[in-house]
């Protein structure tokens, strides 16, 4: 319940058969006056595709494998040991993709050597022979983000194709080993399918990609420059989906959750959040954005309004009238005060307090549930006033409507240059599109009526090389 925070001044006057009010009569508000109506902003989601190219993923993994990739010197296979094996990369890694799969076709050559006991003559001995040959491994791999922003692969063979038959020369004599061959690669390539794990995850950082994006989009943005407007993100919490292929790129998008909110005037403060929160998985992303628009009616453009309409008005009930001779609005602790000063049965200043309220078919802010401050009713009924109460509040009601037609085509024009194309920083673009505006709800500061206008439509950043 609201405490009175004025202490009352009022003196009555009387000048003939005509009561008077004191003129510096000081608002008190009634105790059983319900609080004012507040409101917060609403959350949104901003749109970040992901977007990765195969080929780009072909040129890292290639750079990632270079030259000898893969070296042993104590293969035991066959019942043979040791047996020593080196790898290189032949040609370019190639990268396809298979619904939601990664599919990698890797070039090797390879060398082994490995020993073989000759008999001639009842004389046996060991010789250790090399063999070179040519082969391409297949593997199929499945990436997918943890929600702590860890990458998670999973690669496996997927089979593999010999470029070159691998023969082992005795002597004279060619000897194939096709069958030991493909013993050896089959138990070798889960250990190569983990290079091109380790390979993966060391381009796929997407922590990296989105820190600067997320400390830049905390920076208020310049969106106009007379009047200075400026659009302020708090981002509060981050979703991506994941990973999927298609065209020849690998494709997910990222929603960042954050309350968008505008400022007139200086460049508003903001304290940045460092570190990026842990992210959820849903099934798409909320494509839907709001913005929250400010749009102020001054208690001087409202008052000017009120004087045309009131000013010199005579409002009449029985043998008593009262004609006002001006007529004031402003805020006060949230709530709405009109001061109206009256000639005629009552001479003086009196006070109604009232909420504001909106009127969304009509699109009009109104003060509703008007009532006298406690100084006015005290002075009205010290004076037999109170036969004037509930006629000069149900008289001036109808006066208190201030239509919001042209703050809402201003709101429209700020929020389409704010979702214009826009570069935030080098490469990386703010678009969007407003869909429809509607009011959130109105309050009153002690400067102005406010009006927290919604902007909807879908925002997306992106980046750009």
């Known amino acids: 319940m609201k405490q009175m925070i004025l202490t009352m001044a009022a003196a009555v006057i009387i000048a003939g058969c005509a ?36 080929w780009y993923i072909e040129k890292i993994i290639n750079q990632q494998l270079k030259n000898l990739i893969y070296e042993c010197d104590t293969l035991s296979l066959g019942g ?10 032949q040609d370019s890694v190639t990268i396809g993709l ?30 250790y022979q090399d063999v070179e040959a040519s082969i391409a491994l297949k593997f199929k791999s499945k990436i997918s983000f943890k929600d702590n922003w860890k990458i998670s692969t999973s690669t496996q063979p997927d089979g593999y194709e010999w470029l070159s038959d ?49 400390y830049r989009m905390q920076s208020p943005i310049l969106v106009s420059q007379s ?52 992210f959820v998985n849903p099934a798409q992303i909320d494509s839907s954005f709001i913005i929250n628009l400010y749009s102020e009616l001054s208690f001087s453009s409202a008052s000017e309004l009120l004087q045309g309409m009131l ?17 004031n609005v402003y805020g006060l602790e949230g709530y709405a005060i009109v001061s109206l000063d009256l000639t005629g049965s009552f001479k003086g200043k009196v006070y109604a307090i009232g909420h504001i309220g909106y009127d969304a078919a009509t699109t009009t802010i109104s003060i509703t549930d008007l009532e006298f401050d406690i100084s006015t009713q005290n002075a009205l009924h010290s004076t037999a006033g109170w036969l004037l109460h509930g006629m000069i509040l149900s008289k001036i009601q109808p006066f208190l409507r201030f239509p919001l037609h042209e703050k809402l085509l201003e709101a429209q024009i700020m929020a389409q240059k704010m979702m214009a194309h826009r570069e935030l920083t080098k490469n990386v673009f703010l678009t969007g599109n407003v869909d429809s505006l509607s009011i959130g709800g109105v309050t009153i500061s002690d400067k102005a009526i406010r009006a927290f206008i919604l902007a909807k439509g879908s925002l997306f950043l992106s980046v750009q090389e």
């Open 227 to 278: 009047p200075p407007v400026w659009l302020k993100l708090d981002p509060k919490g981050v979703s991506m989906t994941q990973l999927c292929g298609s065209h020849g790129s690998i494709k997910s998008t990222l929603g960042i959750r954050s309350i968008a909110q505008t400022y007139i005037g200086d460049q508003p403060q903001c304290s940045v959040t460092d570190s990026l929160p842990e």
């Open 19 to 54: 009561p008077r009010l004191a003129t510096k009569v000081s608002p008190q508000l009634p105790l059983d006056l319900k609080p004012a109506a507040t409101f917060a902003p609403l959350s949104s989601v901003i749109n970040v595709p992901f977007e990765l190219k195969t």
């Open 166 to 214: 691998p023969v082992v020369k005795v002597r004279f004599v060619s000897i194939p080993i096709r069958p030991l061959g493909d013993l050896i690669i089959s138990n070798q390539q889960a250990t190569l399918g983990k290079l091109i794990d380790t390979a993966a995850c060391s381009f796929l950082d997407l922590k990296k990609v989105l820190r600067p994006l997320w």
């Open 80 to 89: 043979m040991k040791p047996v020593k094996m080196k790898i290189w990369k």
């Open 98 to 127: 298979e619904g939601n799969e990664l599919t990698y076709r890797v070039p090797l050559k390879l060398w082994l050597q490995f020993s073989l006991n000759l008999s001639a003559l009842g004389i046996s001995h060991t010789e």
């Open 311 to 327: 000013r010199g008005r005579n409002f009449s009930s029985g043998k008593n009238d009262v004609i006002i001779q001006d007529v």
